[in-house]
């Protein structure tokens, strides 16, 4: 059974910056291209950098371009986003799952961003 578990998430002010961590077990991490994603209070999930299994290659949201990096660690399972020069519109909770997702979510992470 997949397991995702996120976490690094938190209060932050605008202009400030965070890393998010996302562990996956039960999947064979290592072939799986993964993502994060999105979802802001009143909206729908949406994905905002992604990552290839295979030469990782990243791709990203116009509106996180420039200031948001995703990475993993195929020896700990993990992915990571870093994100900079956060505005108050990148406040949600965050989750990660494979891309295109097809494994259960995890409970997220929660990003406020707010003076």
């Known amino acids: 059974q997949v397991q995702l578990e996120e976490s690094g998430g938190g209060l932050v002010q605008p202009g400030g910056a965070l890393r998010l961590s996302c562990t996956a077990s039960?999947?064979?991490?290592?072939?799986?291209?993964m993502g994060w994603y999105r979802q802001a209070p009143g909206k729908e999930r949406e994905k905002v950098a992604g990552?290839?299994?295979?030469?990782?290659?990243?791709n990203y949201a116009d509106s996180v371009k420039g200031r948001f990096t995703i990475s993993r660690d195929n020896v700990k399972n993990t992915v990571y986003l870093q994100m900079n020069s956060l505005k108050s519109e990148d406040t949600a909770v965050y989750y990660c799952?494979?891309?295109?997702?097809?494994?259960?979510w995890g409970q997220g992470t929660r990003v406020t961003v707010s003076s």
């Open positions: 799952n494979t891309d295109p997702p097809y494994s259960k």
């Open positions: 039960g999947m064979f991490f290592e072939i799986n291209g």
């Open positions: 990552i290839t299994s295979v030469g990782w290659i990243t």
